[in-house]
């Protein structure tokens, strides 16, 4: 089935430095890749939609210019925390859409495939 | 009001029970889909469906679409099903953007 690869699982990073976050498509083409933010007990929300060679596309309120997102390729996505702060402390989740359905085309229709998700912490 | 809503919020059970979670939406969809969540973190989608019914294994997934609203069975509960059970919708008129409830913390008591 279709998976996708999250990096790293848990990071601990110091006030003021920048954290890549990485989701690799293993076995189909991420056409469209979505990252989500999760508060403890809170639903998921959306923060960013990126399609492939093309900048991604944000949720009112979230800073662009903090969570860079860079989807080069149609099997990997990056997510980086600028100079991250305590409150950017969080569970950060990738998800992923192959319009083509050409290796999965379970994805086709509506489908996504998530992440393993990361854990950032900021100290 | 939360376009998907979720109940119970928290269910504890012990182990072998018949579980139910059910999630009511109020815009049109095109699909619905059931998450699963475990203590790490990790999403594993368990169903996608847009009529009737789905199973695989012990879990058994229905949507009504006149009345908007979906259930999720578990049969013969085990300890490992404990894991937050989340409902998402794909709107009609945007498929991509998908609305997630905000999940049933489900334990299963050995």
Redesign the interface.
Known sequence: GAVVSQHPSRVICKSGTSVKIECRSLDFQATTMFWYRQFPKQSLMLMATSNEGSKATYEQGVEKDKFLINHASLTLSTLTVTSAHPEDSSFYICSARDLTGVRAPQLANYGYTFGSGTRLTVV | KNEVEQSPQNLTAQEGEFITINCSYSVGI??L?W?QQHP??????LF?L?SGKKKHGRLIATINIQEKHSSLHITASHPRDSAVY?CAV?PMNR????I????T?LHILP
């Open positions: 095109s699909a889909h998450l790490g973190g990790g999403i594993v989608s996608m847009s989340i794909i498929d991509d953007k998908i997630f409830g905000k999940g913390r």
